[in-house]
């Protein structure tokens, strides 16, 4: 019922750029906190940042000063401005929404297909 698209993916240098987006879709009410999370080959799918409804922010350690999240609650997007991208930083990116409040239904989490993020050296 509920789904979640993400966008803006790529292949960048090293300190360069990029600008993940996240649209829910469905009869959505009220979605309580939206994140984006990652994952690299050989590695568990870790954190990445995660903004609540009324804009409270939590970063990993690894992107703090370089990441910026922010939502629009009322298009139900979630965007992750990533600056100064290392190589650490390749995974694929999924976008994440937690307590999620529909007509019908309320749903623990809703994730994404997954975005994936290259960073060159």
């Known amino acids: 019922q509920v789904q979640l698209v993400e966008s803006g993916g790529g292949l960048v240098q090293a300190g360069g750029s990029l600008r993940l987006s996240c649209a829910a879709s469905?009869?959505?009410?009220?979605?309580?906190?939206m994140g984006w999370y990652r994952q690299a080959p050989g590695n568990q799918r870790e954190l990445v940042a995660t903004i609540t409804s009324g804009g409270s922010t939590d970063y990993a350690d690894s992107v703090k000063g370089r990441f910026t999240i922010s939502r629009d609650n009322a298009k139900n997007t979630v965007t992750l401005q990533m600056n100064s991208l290392k190589p650490e930083d390749t995974a694929v990116y999924y976008c994440?929404?937690?307590?999620?409040?529909?007509?019908?239904?309320?749903?623990?989490?809703?994730w994404g297909q997954g975005t994936q993020v290259t960073v060159s050296s």
């Open positions: 994440n929404a937690a307590g999620v409040i529909t007509y019908q239904s309320n749903q623990r989490d809703v």
């Open positions: 469905g009869s959505i009410l009220f979605i309580n906190v």
